[in-house]
Nanobody, 127 residues
Framework: QVHLVESGGGSVQTGGSLRLSCAASGIPISVNCMAWFRQAPGKEREVVAF????????NYADSVKGRFTISQTYAENTLYLQMNSLKPEDTAMYYC????????????????????WGQGTQVTVSS
C-alpha cells in the first residue's frame, strides 16, 4: 500500500522560505517519477516541480524556476521541495504525487499522469 505524507507547510512573509517534505512508503522514490503540484482556491491543480532520476528528468514550472528546488533522499525515501523567495502568488495547497502512468513520453505537467497523491500541506505567503 502506497502512502505519501506531506509536511512543512506554514505561513511566511514575502521573501521567506519553506521546505516541504513528502515521506513515501510502499514505493521506492528513487526509481519512480515524483512531483510537487499546488492548487490555489478556485484554480486548477498545477505542477510545480518534477523529478525522475531513472529518466534523467528534472523540470520546473516557469513561475518557480530559480526559486524552488526539488530533491530526494533515498535513505529516508523522502521527497523535498525547497522554496525560497516566496511570493503571495505561491499561496496554495501543495501536494506530493508519485508513480507515472506512462513509461515514455511522460506528461510531467499533467496531474492525471500520477497514480498516487498525498493529502497536501498548506502554504500561505503574506505581503
Amino acid at each position: 500500500q502506497v502512502h505519501l505524507v506531506e509536511s512543512g507547510g506554514g505561513s511566511v512573509q514575502t521573501g521567506g522560505s519553506l521546505r516541504l517534505s513528502c515521506a513515501a512508503s510502499g514505493i521506492p522514490i528513487s526509481v519512480n517519477c515524483m512531483a510537487w503540484f499546488r492548487q490555489a482556491p478556485g484554480k486548477e491543480r498545477e505542477v510545480v516541480a518534477f523529478m525522475y532520476t531513472v529518466g534523467s528528468m528534472l523540470n520546473y514550472a516557469d513561475s518557480v524556476k530559480g526559486r524552488f528546488t526539488i530533491s530526494q533522499t533515498y535513505a529516508e525515501n523522502t521527497l523535498y521541495l525547497q522554496m525560497n523567495s516566496l511570493k503571495p502568488e505561491d499561496t496554495a495547497m501543495y501536494y506530493c504525487a508519485a508513480v507515472c502512468q506512462q513509461r515514455y513520453g511522460i506528461a510531467w505537467d499533467d496531474a492525471s499522469t500520477f497514480r498516487y497523491w498525498g493529502q497536501g500541506t498548506q502554504v500561505t505567503v503574506s505581503s
